[in-house]
């Protein structure tokens, strides 16, 4: 049997659909999705398996133009998940067409993809008419030389077999990379700190999932099969901290109840999560936090 095996790089704008597509192809969640911008950010790889192809999906933080240090170091770690990839495939949001932001990353693939395979995918096809789709199709192939173009819903499913019946294909001959059973490859403590990360994300208003970062600090495997896990919220500011722990902390409380919930479903055991809100002002200039998200600090300079 010949086996085959390969990255590929998932890019887009925020709020794409990146991560559903990692999730609905590796048929579970191992991408945190919300329906704010700059949700992912680092590069998570999800794992999947079509035939005799196991297909690393590398999931990347969307692309947008930078303001902080944190904003450079995600646009850095996307464009690398390009460098590394086998094949890129760019996902464009089918109601918002070729936005400033689109027409910048394909500006981009010009510059640094050069002779690497592209693809184009049309995400939420759900979204729009059947026309509008062929336009949009139309003018994305003539702004770059895309290798094919598949028009899906991640969310839905429309269109994701044939786009991962065809990535298998194009997988390179040679050894699997990861034990078949594999789903992900981001160490448990951070997919933990991803999942209260979200829920955090879904619960805040406007900036504050922006201003802060999610660690585990420690996870105890208890006699009884159970797991302690500790995590800190870095906030910013002392009012933030107040918002995070919510009117008698029942933000919080919400929030490490939904996170524990979803840790108790991935890991198939009861877990004990606790959370700690710290007001640390300068995270987003300390080396320690970026290294903890998968990020190089350098690159946000
Ligand atoms: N209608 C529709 N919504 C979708 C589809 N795919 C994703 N979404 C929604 O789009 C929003 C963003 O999805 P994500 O997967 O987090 O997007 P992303 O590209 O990973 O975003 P960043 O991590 O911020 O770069 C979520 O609310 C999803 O539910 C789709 O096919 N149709
Ligand atoms: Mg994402």
Request: no cysteine; net charge neutral.
């Amino acid at each position: 049997m010949t086996t085959r095996a390969g990255f590929v790089a998932l890019i887009g704008e925020p709020n794409a659909g990146k991560s559903t597509l990692t999730n609905r192809m590796v048929g579970a969640k191992v991408s945190i999705v919300t329906h704010k911008v700059q949700t992912t950010r680092a590069r998570i790889r999800g794992v999947t398996i079509e035939g005799e192809s196991q297909i690393v999906l590398v999931d990347t933080p969307g692309l947008f133009k930078p303001r902080r240090r944190l904003d450079r170091a995600m646009v850095a770690a996307a464009w690398g998940g390009v460098a590394d990839a086998d094949l890129t495939v760019l996902l464009v949001e089918a109601h918002r067409g070729i936005t400033d932001g689109v027409s910048a990353i394909l500006d981009g693939l010009a510059e640094t993809a050069k002779g690497r395979r592209v693809a184009l995918a049309i995400n939420k096809i759900d979204r729009v008419e059947a026309p509008d789709l062929l336009a949009l199709t139309e003018a994305l192939n003539a702004r770059y030389d895309f290798e094919q173009t598949f028009m899906i819903s991640a969310e839905r499913g429309h269109g994701v077999e044939a786009l991962r019946k065809w990535l298998a294909e194009q997988m390179p001959e040679g050894p699997w990379l990861y034990p078949e059973d594999q789903i992900a490859d981001l160490p448990m403590r951070m997919i933990a700190a991803e999942m209260t990360r979200e829920k955090l994300t879904l619960r805040l208003h406007q900036e504050l999932p922006y201003q802060l970062t999610v660690e585990t600090e420690s996870w105890v495997e208890r006699d009884d099969g159970t797991a302690r896990i500790d995590q800190i919220v870095y906030v910013m500011r002392d009012g933030h901290k107040g918002i995070v722990l919510g009117n008698k902390g029942e933000t919080i409380k919400a929030v490490s109840k939904a996170a524990r919930e979803e840790l108790e479903e991935f890991l198939g055991r009861k877990v004990h999560l606790f959370l700690q809100v710290k007001v640390r002002e300068n995270w987003l200039e300390e080396a320690a936090r970026y290294r903890e998200m998968g990020l190089d600090f350098r690159d946000g300079n």
